[in-house]
């Protein structure tokens, strides 16, 4: 992991692909990523961890399915919100964001029970910052 | 904590206080915390944690004392960057900045080894948002 600074404008200039998070810092063992996303992720738990969102850029959608039903919320730029762990969730950006996330390292963009997996999701951990 | 996402400019509104975090999010047993700063904060240490900057606005500076001497990082907006545990640093911002952290519950401003706390400077776990 890099020892100087990252900016985020260059690190996303680095990199096309949608759903498809990069990992440009770690704190202890938690992973700070990034990611461009446009259209619909696929409804996904994480079991054993919450998930953190910070809007970069765009609107972030998340719909969530709890006992009292489904409902969703729509994260603006500049927004954060944490989906609790066991919260089934699906994200969505119709018109594109960019996004940064921490969770725990080894958490994976698919959670571990979800919906099959689309062509254009990229079930990970999170990439290197390679083109660096 | 909040169920609904937080606009970071709201929330940052809502205080004016330096080096006085306010808890934005929890993810797990980790705060997302934001801060105004400006001028300087104070030589610490946090002997079991790592501790992750995001620049929001402005420009932060991190002064670090490493076994090969004295340096200093500058992290512009939109700018990330880890300090590693057990690693001195002082923050500070000449010309003020906001930033966003992540790091344990519980850790303090000061570390776990510190100078002397100066007036200016808030020694805490960071506080409650408050004012919404």
Redesign the interface.
């Known amino acids: 992991?890099s020892n100087?600074?990252?900016?985020?404008?260059e690190a996303l200039a680095s990199f096309d692909a949608l759903w498809s998070p990069r990992i440009?810092?770690?704190?202890?063992d938690?992973d700070?990523r990034i990611a461009k996303v446009a259209g619909e992720h696929l409804w996904h738990v994480h079991d054993d961890?919450?998930?953190?969102f910070?809007v970069l850029d765009g609107e972030l959608h998340i719909a969530m399915r709890e006992p009292s039903g489904e409902h969703a919320?729509?994260?603006?730029k500049?927004?954060?919100?944490?989906i609790p762990?066991g919260t089934e969730h699906k994200p969505s950006a119709p018109a594109g964001a960019t996004i940064?996330m921490?969770?725990?390292s080894g958490t994976s963009t698919v959670g571990d029970r979800h919906d099959m997996v689309p062509d254009h999701i990229d079930a990970t951990t999170g990439h290197a910052l390679t083109d660096r």
């Open positions: 992991m100087e600074p990252i900016a985020l404008d440009v810092a770690r704190v202890n938690y700070v961890t919450d998930e953190f910070l919320v729509r994260l603006p500049g927004a954060v919100f944490t762990r940064l921490f969770e725990p």
